[in-house]
């Protein structure tokens, strides 16, 4: 299915809802992420600006593994899209996949200081 704009990645989250998922995170790169729960609406989360983009290699796996770290936590949706965007801003800080995935503590800092 096209995925070209948000209303179109609705129609096929909406599939994949049809078939048995309940929940479905999309990663969006610059234009952010949404979590997709049935019967609900998008909760959607914007980009945290990064001062300087370096390398974007590991980016989409660090968001992913930063919310689920939140989430195992215990936070609400909403936290675990910030606390994923967040780690996924300091990623793409730092050339290559490895050496740019960051530590909680950066990831606590830049979100206490937006």
Known sequence: MPTEDFEQ????????????????????????????????EPIRQPIISAPKVIDTTGAGDTFTAAFAVALAEGKSQKECLKFAAAAASLCVQVKGAIPSMPERKSVLQLLHSN
């Open 9 to 40: 990645i609705k129609q096929a989250v909406g599939k994949c809802h049809n078939v048995g998922v309940k929940q479905v995170l999309v990663k969006l790169g610059a234009k952010g992420s949404a979590l997709f729960t049935e019967g609900e």
